[in-house]
């Protein structure tokens, strides 16, 4: 009995001396390879100014804020709050922010996109507008019944690994629940009456076609993506990706 004792003793004491060691810090260039695939500077621009995103006419038109000054608003841990739990500074809808998806990126990966928005230089940005909002769709924001505030909520209880995983079929589900879930939905079959199809149109491409599409936004057929929105995505977001996260991603949508 004693000897059990010790032994757990070593070992409470092992697990305080682990969580005691300091956290890593973000590194700032893997920061903006991931904020490119999830698509954070896709909407704010690469340097972080901001632009007029998308409208739908006589009901909003989206602007994406100037990081460069709404980083200052948050501490670190605020900026994980914000990406997984949908939490702003001021208690705001983040409306446009797919945190459904954003909720599963680690904890290494939040620390590196931190670390990237923190070395951003600042920028002004004087003819960024704010978004506008129809009193309709204000109301609807307010008592959480426009369709599109689905993409602003977690889930309950999502418990987002410390690290992405190493696992081949793992990593890739773990890259198609923080790239894919935005147009694709958060089941990756699509969403009704959109454009975007359910992945499982990636089982009819070979490794070739599928490492083409995500690299250059090339089609099976050899052209570019009916609306352009994938052959977009390919081009400014997924040919960060190495070939290694490819074929794990290829390997987890065959899966499905």
Known sequence: MRKIALILLVFLDGAAAASDLPVPAGDPV?????????????????DGSGHE????????????????????????SEIDDLLRQGRTHDGHVPFGMPILMFQHLSDREVRDITAWLR???????????????????????????????????????????????????????HLAMTSCPECHGPDLNGYEGDDA????????????NFARLMKSGITI????????LMTQMGRMRFSVMTDDEVRALKLYLDSR
């Open 119 to 173: 070395s951003i230089p600042p920028v002004v940005n004087p003819d960024l507008k704010e978004s506008w909002y129809s009193d309709e769709t204000r109301r609807q924001i307010e008592n959480g019944t426009h369709p599109y505030q689905e993409d602003t909520r977690p889930n309950p209880g999502n418990r987002p690994p410390v690290e992405p995983p190493a696992e081949t079929l793992a990593l890739g589900k």
């Open 53 to 76: 995103l998308w409208e739908e006419e006589g009901k909003f038109k989206l602007y994406s804020p100037n990081l460069t000054v709404k980083r200052d608003l948050y501490d670190d």
């Open 197 to 208: 199809p359910s992945l499982i149109i990636a089982k009819a491409y070979s490794a070739d």
């Open 30 to 46: 893997e920061g903006l390879r991931v904020a490119t695939r999830v698509g954070c500077n896709g909407c704010h621009g690469a």
């Open 221 to 228: 057929s050899g052209t570019e993506s009916a609306t352009g």
